[in-house]
């Protein structure tokens, strides 16, 4: 079975960090582009951070530059998303899914083409 588990969310204070981890199984990362994604409630999903099957390139929403930082090992066949200085806005459940859209070589923020995707972790960041 494909699944892409997301872990490490949880609660913090402003300022704070958290590092998320997107690992996968029933299947190699090698060849997968992968995004994170949030969805605050009421909010429309947003594409925060994305990188390629090498990790030679990332995307990053401009409400998470300077903070965030996606990096990948595929040896251990899990993408993270380090997040510092988090933000009461950064709230939000992150989905991590994956592409195999061009070997994964090119970094889409369209969610329709990611084909597999997590059950989201809870990031609250509050005082």
């Known amino acids: 079975q494909l699944q892409l588990v997301e872990s490490g969310g949880g609660l913090v204070q402003p300022g704070g960090s958290l590092r998320l981890s997107c690992a996968a199984s029933?299947?190699?990362?090698?060849?997968?582009?992968i995004g994170w994604f949030r969805q605050a409630p009421g909010k429309e999903r947003e594409g925060v951070s994305f990188?390629?099957?090498?990790?030679?390139?990332?995307n990053y929403a401009d409400s998470v530059k300077g903070r965030f930082t996606i990096s990948r090992d595929n040896a251990k066949n899990t993408v993270y998303l380090q997040m510092n200085s988090l933000k009461p806005e950064d709230t939000a459940l992150y989905y991590c899914?994956?592409?195999?859209?061009?070997?994964?070589?090119?970094?889409?923020?369209?969610?329709?083409?990611?084909?597999?995707w997590g059950q989201g972790t809870q990031v609250t960041v509050s005082s």
């Open positions: 990188i390629s099957s090498s990790g030679g390139s990332t």
């Open positions: 029933g299947f190699t990362l090698d060849y997968f582009a």
């Open positions: 899914a994956a592409t195999s859209l061009a070997l994964g070589m090119k970094l889409t923020t369209n969610p329709n083409q990611y084909g597999y």
